[in-house]
């Protein structure tokens, strides 16, 4: 094998039907015992979804060079709004031309109309000099904070108005019609609250800008916070970025240095290119979303790390993720998908906020992508950007600022500008729980490197994914992390390897499909052909890995782990521990103690299955009808797991339709010759844990 021993010899007798496969069983042979499992590599098709992230190219950096657009996202703060310009003015361009655009909310009219509803003021006395409305004296001055006017000289300013706050001429004088009327207290309301906006668009007109360009896009309307983040950029080009600021922050004077150099190394550096990473927040870092996650603490050794969440105050956004983020938002909005994740604290958010935020949809999208956002480890609380918490959508006290911020000296204690190559940053989701980045194993090598990051107590959980359906494997990983287990290793094959890879997954990249393997053969044979490969491969890793000192407990995705199935066995010296129906052992968990007689069992089954071809009618014991073959003509010592572990799916269902339970750590599949019914069948079961894009439907933390 790739990793030692040798393997059976090619000659062997062969039914005549199957010689038409000799060719490709030879190249089988002669790649899994020369070159490993190997994988060959190649483009992802056309129309492969986004999820995959495998958009590998490099953005090129444009002769005309690049540009950070600086977007300022403001309402009605304007002591907060004047602190973060200031601070903007005052930051080092390096001579860079900066185009800086504010995006001014309008207040809110029709919510100050809904807000006064309980109030009724009426017209009395409508004839000529005899109008008085409640709240205002006869000369017309104010009273009690309202605003008044006198009928007869004013009636015309009232008519101009009177469209849009319900007031109209009665005979041709002014008055109230009969329904109740707020329009004093309305008309004072909506007069401070504009004299509020005029006085931030008259700051925002006098507010000098020296490093380039300067754009105000004042709305007419309320947007709120949610819209006011999405429509706030569409990249003009892969080489334009956002860099998103809310108005109640103030920023380090080095901060758009610091952008700069961030954009050079990870973005158009291609040795650090990586297009799940969506940019880099300058924010300190002090939020963990998932319920029950870690607690948020970072090696000190890095200036930099990776973390799924999106951080709002102060953003740069790279522009290909922006995009993608916003048509999936299209997508999901138009079609009325929420964006629900069990088990986050940002769901909670949303169901009582609704649209009123943005954040938990991109969480979502970041969810269901695998992606990663940079932030800073700058030590002792600082940070290029400091949010003070004025109170606003999200905070109904100010808090302070969050951080401290850096200032022209930069630190002395720590190299503020260091950045690693982006491979040796460490990586955390939305638990704080690190991820590895991993690249999908092809040799026996790699195997070798890999496994003792994988064991636990010296067993390897080895997960057989060849031939199912990528849903039914995404789903399977759902379950599995439900529980809680993190140390497995998958064999899979297909487009998803390399996604699974990215996202943590130990996975063997098998290649059970030669560049012979599409031959046509006649009947049923091709399918049985395939059946061989997946096993061949199955029993081959599974005595690699004996080979190099691990036991093994084998699974399938057929095999569901409702609950941990070895709080159900106890331990034993038995070499093989498995499930026994009337085929052989039952292929959904089988255990392989690391034993000369058991790895020599490996090489027997393998020369077996590879000579029987035509025994590979059923794909749930084709392997587990030899094993037992070959177990009951040794001397080894196997133990036979009670048959209670395990539970049929049908019958399952059916007992749950009587109103009957059954318990059970293990639900085995049927056949997968009909995906739609198995599907409907887990979500009776409440097992169905994926969503349309095959991402899990929750997060979940095991601190």
């Not at 973060?84 to 919510?111: I, N, P, R, T, W």
């Not at 609380?381 to 200032?407: F, H, M, Q, T, W």
Request: net charge neutral.
């Amino acid at each position: 094998g790739g990793g030692g021993g040798g393997g059976p010899q090619a000659g062997m007798v062969v039914q005549r039907w199957f010689m038409n496969a000799i060719l490709v069983t030879a190249a089988l042979f002669l790649f899994l015992h020369t070159g490993g499992f190997l994988f060959r590599s190649s483009s992802p098709p056309e129309g492969v979804a986004l999820r995959y992230a495998q958009r590998r190219e490099v953005p090129a950096e444009s002769v005309q060079g690049w540009e950070i657009v600086i977007k300022v996202l403001t309402y009605n703060r304007l002591e907060s709004l004047s602190r973060c310009l200031v601070s903007l003015a005052q930051a080092d361009y390096v001579g860079d031309f900066v185009k800086l655009h504010l995006l001014v909310d309008h207040f809110k009219v029709d919510e100050l109309l809904e807000n006064e509803s309980g109030r009724d003021f009426r017209g009395v006395g409508r004839g000529s000099g005899e109008s008085v409305l409640k709240g205002v004296s006869e000369d017309g001055t104010r009273r009690n904070g309202s605003i008044g006017f006198d009928d007869r000289e004013d009636a015309h300013d009232v008519r101009d108005v009177e469209t849009s706050y319900g007031l109209k001429a009665v005979n041709g004088e002014t008055g109230l019609d009969d329904k109740p009327s707020r329009f004093i207290t309305r008309t004072g309301s909506i007069d401070g609250k504009l004299r509020e906006a005029h006085e931030i668009l008259n700051f925002i007109d006098s507010f000098s800008w020296p490093h380039g360009s300067k754009e105000v896009h004042y709305r007419t309307q309320n947007a709120g916070l949610q819209q006011q983040w999405l429509e706030a950029w569409w990249p003009t080009s892969e080489n334009q970025f956002a860099f998103v600021v809310e108005d109640d922050m103030e920023l380090s004077p080095l901060f758009y240095k610091y952008l700069k150099k961030i954009v050079k190394t990870y973005y158009f550096d291609a040795a650090n290119y990586d297009p799940s990473v969506y940019g880099i927040s300058l924010q300190r870092p002090r939020f963990v979303p998932g319920k029950r996650g870690n607690p948020l603490h970072v090696d000190n050794s890095s200036r930099l790390f990776l973390y799924q969440i999106v951080g709002t105050w102060g953003q740069l956004l790279f522009p290909r993720p922006w995009k993608e983020f916003r048509l999936w938002y299209d997508d999901h909005k138009c079609k009325g998908i929420k964006p629900f994740l069990q088990g986050m604290v940002t769901t909670g958010w949303y169901s009582k906020l609704g649209e009123k935020i943005w954040t938990p949809w991109f969480i979502k999208f970041v969810h269901s992508r695998g992606y990663f956002n940079l932030y800073t480890n700058f030590l002792n609380e600082r940070a290029l950007s400091v949010s003070y918490r004025d109170v606003g959508v999200n905070s109904r006290r100010k808090s302070g600022p969050d951080s401290r911020l850096i200032d022209f000296n930069g630190t002395s204690d720590i190299n503020l500008w260091e950045m690693k190559p982006l491979k040796e940053l460490k990586r955390y989701d939305y638990c704080f729980q690190e991820v590895s980045l991993r690249k999908p194993v092809t040799t026996h090598s790699e195997l070798k490197k890999i496994l003792p990051s994988l064991h636990v107590g010296g067993e390897v959980i080895l997960v057989n994914t060849l031939g199912l359906p990528e849903v039914l494997v995404r789903n399977w990983l759902c379950c599995i992390c439900k529980l809680g287990f993190k140390h497995y290793l998958l064999l899979a094959e297909g487009k998803f390897v390399k996604d699974l890879s990215r996202r943590g997954h130990a996975v063997i990249q098998t290649n059970s499909s030669t560049g012979a393997a599409n031959t046509d053969f006649m009947g049923t044979q091709h399918e049985d052909f395939q059946m061989v490969k997946w096993d061949l491969v199955t029993v081959e890793v599974v005595r690699w890995i004996l080979q190099l000192g691990y036991n093994v407990w084998l699974t399938n995705v057929d095999t569901l782990w409702v609950e941990d199935p070895f709080n159900h066995i106890s331990g034993d010296d038995a070499h093989i521990l498995g499930i026994k129906d009337k085929d052989g052992l039952m292929t959904g968990l089988v255990y392989f103690r690391g034993s000369d007689k058991v790895i020599e069992l490996c090489k027997n089954v393998w020369r077996e299955i590879l000579g029987r071809v035509e025994s590979f009618n059923n794909r749930q014991h084709r392997l587990g009808f030899h094993l037992w073959q070959h177990i009951t003509k040794s001397r080894i010592k196997v133990k036979i797991l009670s048959r209670s572990l395990i539970a049929d799916m049908l019958t399952v269902v059916r007992a749950q339709k009587n109103n009957l339970t059954v318990k059970y750590p293990l639900l085995s599949g049927p056949e997968i010759n009909n995906l739609q019914m198995v599907v409907h069948n887990l979500k009776v079961l409440g097992l169905w844990m994926v969503d349309e894009e095959f991402a899990c439907t929750g997060i979940f933390c095991h601190a």
